[in-house]
C-alpha cells in the first residue's frame, strides 16, 4: 500500500514557546482509517491542522499525494477534505448552498447531481433547503462532513466527528466513515471516543505532549498491549483466598463465587495452566472459566502513562 | 504558483454578492434615504444660500462628493464585514484550507465588495436627479474613478477586517479615520474656497485626490490635476495589494 501523506520530521513550536509538536514522522496509506488519539492538547489537532493548511509548521515537510504542502500547495490541498472540531457554518446560508460554495473554492465545475448524491448519503437531502442555523448539532456536523466531500477528495480527516453527537448519531456517522473507506478515501480522524477508534480504525497513532509515540495496527496494539482478564467460577464459595495462592494477585468476588486474574498476552508464560493445577490442588472445584481483554482506553492510559519513543509508521 | 483558481474567485464573489441581493431592501434603502437627507440639509437649506461654486449650481456640486463618502463608506464596510464575518463565525477555516491564495480571496471579496458600493453609488446618482440637474461632462472617467476608488477602498476595508479582533474595531476604523477625511475632503466644498493654510493642510488629505478627480470627471473642475488623482488611486491600490499580500504570505491574524 503506498503512502498518500508523508509526514517527516513535523514540529511545531508556538511564539509563546509551545512545543506542540516535536519531530512528527508519519507515513499514512491510501485507503486507511487511522485514528490519532491523545489527552487534550497532546498535538491531535495541530497535526491535522498543519497538513490542512491551517498551522504554519516550524520545522519538518508534509508532503499529499507527493505534493508539498508548502511548495505545491494548491495540488495538495486539493486532495484534501477537512470537517473541523468546531461547528462552523454560515448561520443564514442554506445546507446545498453551503455544499455548492465549498466545491467551488475547490475549483470544480457546479455538479448538483454529485451534490444531492452526497446530501442523500448523509441524509441530509430533505434539509437542503434549511438554513444551517436551523439544523440539530448532528446535522450540523453532517453539512461540514458534506462540505469536505463536495470536491471528492482522496484523504478526509475527521476532527473530532462524533464530539457531542448522541448515540444513534454517533452510529450513523460510523456508517458513513465506513462507506468512505469503501470508496477508498483515506481517513484520519482525531477521538476521544476510544471505542471509536476500536470500532473504525485500522491503525491508531497515539499522541501524548507533541510526540507520536507509537502507529501500530489496531488488532496488533490490542493484542500487544492488551492485558486480559481470567475469570475463574468456583463451584462453591471462598471465605478468604487460600494462603498458598496469594502470591498470585488473585482478587476473590464480595459473593466469594469467583477469582479473577490478570495476565499480559506477551508473556512467555501466563501462568493459566499452573494457576489450574494450583486451583485443583487445593481441591477449589472449578465450574467455568472465561476471558476478557482489556479496552482500548485502558490501552491508551497505559501508554501515555509510560511514554515510548518508538514509533512504527 | 499555478494559475488562479477562477471558480474559486466566483464562488466567493457569488456567496458576498448573494448576501447583499437576501437584503437588497436595507443595503440600498439606507444609503438613499442618507442621500435624500444630505440634498435636503446641503442643497436645499444650505444650497439655498451658495448658488453656485465656480459656475455650477451648489446642489449639483455636492453629487460627486455625495457618490464618494457613500462609496469610501460602503466599500469599506463591505470588504471589512465580508471577511471579518467568516473570522468570527470560524468559517474562514474553508478559505486557508482550500487551494485559494490571496489573489482568489482579494478578488472575490473585494470584488463583491467594490461591485456592491458601485451599485449603491450609481442609485444615488439616479436619486439626484430628482433633486439637481447634473451633467456628467466625461462619463467614461466618472465610470472609471468610480470603479477604482470603490476598489482602493475595499481594498483598504478587507486589510481593516483582517485586522479586526472585534466588531468594535471593525467599526472604529471608518468612522474615526474614513468619514472625517471625506467631510474634509472637499465633498461638500471646493478646496480653493479654504484659506491659504488650510487648502494646503486639505492637499495632505487623499481622499481630497479622490473627491477632485470624480468632480473633473463631472463638470471639469478639479482642486488638482486629473493625473494626480489617478496616480494617488493607483498607488493607493498597489499599497494595498501588498500589504494584503504580506498578510497571506506571513499568515498574520489568519493562521497560527
Not at chain 1, 21 to 42: F, K, Q, R
Not at chain 1, 203 to 209: H, Y
Not at chain 1, 213 to 236: H, S
Amino acid at each position: 500500500m503506498s503512502a498518500i501523506i508523508q509526514i517527516e520530521n513535523l514540529s511545531k513550536q508556538y511564539d509563546s514557546g509551545t512545543k506542540a509538536l516535536s519531530d512528527v514522522s508519519l507515513d499514512i496509506h491510501e485507503g486507511e482509517i487511522i485514528a490519532l488519539l491523545g489527552p487534550n492538547g497532546a498535538g491531535k489537532t495541530t497535526l491535522i491542522s498543519v497538513i490542512c493548511g491551517l498551522v504554519v509548521p516550524t520545522g519538518g515537510t508534509v508532503r499529499v499525494g507527493g505534493h508539498d504542502i508548502r511548495t505545491d500547495w494548491r495540488a495538495a490541498r486539493k486532495l484534501i477534505g477537512l470537517v473541523p472540531q468546531e461547528i462552523a457554518l454560515e448561520p443564514f446560508e442554506k445546507v446545498i448552498n453551503c455544499v455548492r460554495f465549498t466545491r467551488g473554492l475547490y475549483g470544480e465545475a457546479p455538479d448538483d447531481a454529485y451534490v444531492e448524491q452526497v446530501l442523500r448519503s448523509l441524509a441530509l437531502w430533505d434539509k437542503r433547503d434549511a438554513m444551517t442555523r436551523e439544523l440539530s448539532g448532528g446535522m450540523k456536523r453532517r453539512v461540514l462532513i458534506a462540505k469536505a466531500l463536495s470536491h471528492r477528495p482522496k484523504v478526509l480527516f475527521l476532527d473530532e466527528p462524533t464530539a457531542g453527537v448522541d448515540v444513534a448519531l454517533r452510529r450513523e456517522m460510523w456508517e458513513v466513515v465506513d462507506q468512505l473507506r469503501r470508496e477508498g478515501v483515506t481517513i484520519i480522524l482525531t477521538t476521544h471516543y476510544l471505542e471509536e477508534a476500536e470500532e473504525m480504525a485500522d491503525r491508531i497513532g497515539v499522541i501524548n505532549k507533541g510526540q507520536l509515540l507509537l502507529v501500530r495496527p489496531t488488532a496488533e496494539l490490542m493484542g500487544e498491549f492488551g492485558k486480559k482478564t481470567l475469570t475463574v467460577e468456583l463451584i462453591d464459595p471462598l471465605a478468604a483466598i487460600p494462603d498458598a495462592l496469594e502470591d498470585r494477585g488473585l482478587r476473590l468476588s464480595a459473593d466469594g463465587r469467583s477469582l479473577a486474574y490478570e495476565y499480559d498476552t506477551r508473556a512467555d508464560r501466563t501462568g493459566i495452566a499452573r494457576l489450574l493445577g494450583d486451583l485443583a490442588g487445593q481441591g477449589i472445584m472449578v465450574r467455568d472459566v472465561s476471558t476478557r481483554q482489556s479496552s482500548l482506553e485502558e490501552v491508551f492510559m497505559t501508554l501515555v502513562a509510560e511514554p515510548r519513543q518508538e514509533v512504527t509508521a | 504558483m499555478s494559475g488562479i483558481n477562477w471558480p474559486g474567485v466566483w464562488a466567493i464573489f457569488h456567496h458576498e454578492m448573494t448576501r447583499f441581493f437576501r437584503t437588497i431592501m436595507q443595503s440600498l434603502l439606507s444609503p438613499v434615504v442618507s442621500t435624500v437627507l444630505y440634498f435636503v440639509v446641503f442643497g436645499a437649506a444650505i444650497g439655498g444660500r451658495i448658488q453656485s461654486v465656480e459656475g455650477v449650481e451648489y446642489g449639483a456640486f455636492i453629487v460627486p462628493g455625495l457618490m464618494m463618502l457613500t462609496i469610501l463608506q460602503q466599500s469599506v464596510s463591505n470588504a471589512s464585514f465580508g471577511i471579518y464575518f467568516p473570522k468570527f463565525s470560524g468559517t474562514i477555516y474553508e478559505y486557508l484550507v482550500s487551494p485559494v491564495g490571496w489573489i482568489e480571496v482579494t478578488l472575490g471579496f473585494v470584488g463583491a465588495a467594490a461591485a456592491k458600493a458601485v451599485l449603491i453609488a450609481l442609485v444615488i446618482l439616479m436619486t439626484s436627479f430628482f433633486f439637481v440637474g447634473v451633467h456628467i461632462l466625461h462619463p467614461f472617467w466618472m465610470l472609471a474613478f468610480l470603479v477604482l476608488t470603490a476598489l482602493g477602498f475595499s481594498l483598504l476595508g478587507f486589510i481593516i477586517g483582517l485586522w479586526a479582533k472585534s466588531f468594535e474595531q471593525l467599526q472604529i476604523v471608518p468612522m474615526m479615520v474614513i468619514t472625517p477625511l471625506v467631510f474634509l475632503g472637499g465633498a461638500f466644498y471646493s478646496a480653493d474656497m479654504l484659506p491659504p493654510f488650510w487648502e494646503g493642510v486639505a492637499k495632505l488629505n487623499p481622499v481630497l485626490y479622490l473627491v477632485s478627480g470624480f468632480r473633473w470627471s463631472f463638470f471639469g473642475l478639479a482642486d488638482v490635476p486629473v493625473g494626480v488623482s489617478l496616480v494617488a488611486v493607483a498607488l493607493m491600490i498597489a499599497v494595498c495589494c501588498a500589504a494584503i499580500r504580506w498578510i497571506f504570505a506571513t499568515g498574520w491574524r489568519l493562521r497560527e
